[in-house]
């Protein structure tokens, strides 16, 4: 066992030989969701959150390794590594720590305490220090010198150099940090001369706040940092200060006389200039990096649902983004989502009605064949959507969020060159509808607006989390090969953009892949490619029927010696319930194939390619309300989860201004996680409490409601 394996085994409290062969599995090139889905036997069954803890553990470590190794570097190379020093180094695992240890030795600007040495102070200082020296100021005659001109400055810097001794104790450091931990507050207030415009109204709740940063909430946290950043609010993180001046005098002031209060002096110095300011800022960036953490597992998971929403799959259907100037842009799609038809249908004054629009979609839909409408949730959906209502086709409300930067990107101008944004945006609404996933991971996640302060949490961290929630999502339900586009290939486990390029030219050239094996023929697609992603590509009407599943191609010898062991073939193996029933797994294991993979191959012979998402559902506004203004308190109302926070959820009640459904009112119980009750876009009835039309806030509650 290496010393990572050790290391990431007990901070995430997870099998030692499970992290070492999830490690190993890494280091080969295999992808999170390979691991999760065909190696369980050597990770003893980690889920992909498992392994992907083990992955960032295992960089963080890596970056830390190198880090140790510049700061070893700097200080062999000042001439003052001690064997001592080399083995606290050795044995430091955590950042913070680390870089205490280093701070003595990290080259800094040319400080006040690095003049006073130079000057030849440090031996003063050393002797204010240990305190026993009944007259200093006649020490201290002995170094004016030089540059030192005075009894005054001599002592003066000698306290510069007990001032920086103390704030690079390691001690001091961590006891600071940890009074900030326990004591500090953080506090808001409003910049007078901007309270009264009508931006600064949205951080109203922060214009004179103050609570315990212990206490603070990551999205309280964002928002005041938001606040500030836009120069509406003054944030502040503080301790009490005298106390802690007091704790640290306590600590080093010992005895009587002019040598403890010059230390006082100099600790008192230390805390205020060099101390305070940068444990305040470390402490600011530790909540930050929380906040961060904790706003990005939100939005992945966010994303994470709006992936996997349930698919209405093959049908005929007609997209319309809604509009009222402008008109609604329709365009209508065939079953594979390929644009026939599109045009521009003008419901409202001035330049139409309801009754001509009405006859326009209804002539369209008959001449196109549409079983199913797709209607954007954006600008004027809810009158468009009363529109098709009457059609007697089932109407999908779909939201539009990202259909602007779709239409305007790379992909949308390479699959209609021909066509303006507005029909490109309308085919993305009618394509999410048949299914969500193909569609949106053409859009750059944050502009899928599930998330909250994307814009100001770690853009690194946040592109890592939501490519792998994308990746994850896309591995989990599977990918047709002869119908998917490159954008989804890319995030098949195994390829990326070249190698997806490469099979949509494949395709395009030699026609439908009729087996997964034919997928070695592609260009540069080779052994380990081939391993990492055949058992996420699916072939629909294969010769071999598991080429339509899960199973993996290396177990395909396995379920064909069940075929054989039952006197069947392997599609009357699949097709017979019965057959499946009278097979005892555990005639089948082998040294590397287990009971985990076997069970896997058994669900999948029961159903193979089964789709793990739903399936879509039609859904209805109150025709009782259109406008903020048509609530009332007391209202009991159908609604769509928009979005999910950790403070609650957001649900659009179709009166163009989502209400909030606090976390303390989604149940008749204690939430600690809104997840647990809600998922996006899921349908809910909800009671309104509070209507603020002023600043179009809208409160809602899920209690006692049926």
């Not at 992909?48 to 960089?59: P, R, S």
């Not at 900030?180 to 600064?200: G, P, T």
């Not at 004027?380 to 930067?405: H, N, Q, W, Y």
């Not at 993305?428 to 193909?438: F, K, V, W």
Request: aromatic share 6%.
């Amino acid at each position: 066992m290496n010393e990572f394996t050790l290391l990431i085994s007990k901070e995430l409290a997870l099998p030692q030989t499970g992290v070492a062969n999830t490690l190993a599995l890494l280091e080969e090139g295999a992808t999170i969701p390979f691991i999760a889905r065909y190696r369980k036997e050597k990770t003893g069954g980690m889920d992909e959150v498992q392994i992907g803890k083990i992955n960032d553990l295992n960089e963080q470590l890596k970056a830390l390794a190198k880090r140790k190794e510049t700061i070893c570097k700097t200080i062999n190379d000042l001439g003052k590594m001690t064997p001592e020093l080399q083995q606290r180094i050795d044995h430091c695992w955590n950042a913070t720590e680390l870089e205490d240890i280093y701070l003595p030795y990290k080259p800094k600007r040319r400080t006040r305490a690095q003049v006073a040495r130079e000057q030849g102070l440090e031996p003063l200082a050393m002797t204010i220090m240990m305190q026993r020296e009944r007259d200093i100021r006649a020490v201290a005659r002995r170094y004016v010198k030089g540059d030192v001109k005075d009894v005054e400055m001599a002592l003066k810097g000698a306290q510069d150099i007990i001032a920086e001794t103390v704030s690079e104790n390691e001690q001091t450091r961590q006891q600071l940090r940890n009074t900030f931990l326990r004591e500090a507050q953080i506090s808001s207030k409003v910049v007078k001369a901007k309270m009264d415009s009508d931006d600064a109204a949205k951080y109203s709740d922060y214009f004179d706040f103050t609570e315990p940063l212990r206490r603070c909430t990551g999205n309280r946290y964002l928002a005041m940092r938001r606040g500030e950043s836009e120069g509406f609010l003054k944030v502040s993180i503080s301790i009490d200060n005298d106390q802690a001046i007091n704790r640290l005098q306590r600590h080093y002031v010992r005895g009587y006389g002019e040598c403890a209060t010059l230390m006082a002096e100099a600790v008192e110095d230390a805390y205020k200039r060099l101390l305070l300011p940068s444990i305040e800022n470390e402490t600011a960036a530790a909540y930050k990096q929380k906040a961060d953490d904790e706003a990005i597992a939100v939005f992945s998971e966010n994303l994470r649902q709006l992936l996997l929403a349930a698919p209405l799959g093959q049908k005929r259907v007609m997209g319309v983004d809604p509009g009222i100037r402008t008109g609604c842009k329709v365009v209508c799609l065939d079953a594979q989502g390929n644009l026939l038809y599109h045009d521009v249908v003008y419901p409202f004054p001035p330049k139409g009605s309801k009754v001509a629009a009405l006859s326009r979609f209804s002539d369209i839909a008959e001449r196109h064949h549409v079983e199913a409408i797709a209607v954007g949730n954006g600008t004027a959906s809810r009158e468009t959507t009363d529109i098709v209502k009457e059609l007697a086709i089932p109407v999908f409300v779909v939201s539009e969020d990202g259909a602007s930067i779709y239409s305007a990107s790379k992909i949308a101008r390479e699959e209609f060159p021909d066509e303006d944004v507005t029909v490109r945006g309308a085919v993305s609404i009618g394509r999410r509808l048949m299914d969500p996933l193909a569609e949106l991971v053409k859009i750059d996640p944050k502009s899928i607006g599930v998330g909250q302060y994307q814009h100001d949490v770690d853009q690194s961290k946040l592109k890592k989390s939501l490519d792998q929630t994308v990746e994850s999502c896309v591995n989990l339900v599977g990918v047709n090969v002869n119908t998917a586009s490159k954008h989804l290939l890319t995030y098949v486990s195994g390829l990326g953009p070249a190698l997806a390029q490469n099979i949509v030219d494949y395709r395009r050239e030699n026609g439908a892949f009729t087996s997964r094996a034919q997928l070695k023929k592609v260009p540069r697609l080779g052994a380990a490619a081939y391993e990492q992603c055949a058992g996420f590509l699916r072939i629909p009407n294969a010769k071999n029927p598991l080429d339509d599943s899960a199973v993996h191609p290396e177990s395909y010898k396995i379920v064909e010696q069940m075929a054989k062991d039952s006197h069947c073939t392997v599609a009357e193996l699949v097709k017979d319930k019965q057959r499946q029933q009278g097979i005892d797994i555990h005639r089948y294991v082998t040294a590397d194939i287990g009971i985990p993979t076997l069970s896997d191959i058994m669900k999948e012979l029961e159903k193979p390619g089964r789709d793990p998402r739903g399936a879509a559902e039609t859904f209805e506004f109150d025709p009782r309300v259109h406008e903020i203004s048509d609530l009332q308190v007391g209202m009991t109302l159908p609604g769509i989860v928009t979005n999910i926070t950790k403070f609650g959820a957001f649900v659009d009640i179709g009166v163009h201004q989502d209400g909030l459904v606090h976390v303390s009112k989604l149940a008749n119980r204690y939430v600690s996680d809104p997840n647990e009750v809600v998922k996006l876009h899921q349908q809910v009835t909800v009671l309104v409490t509070e209507v603020d039309t002023q600043r179009h806030r809208i409160s809602l509650s899920m209690r006692d409601v049926s």
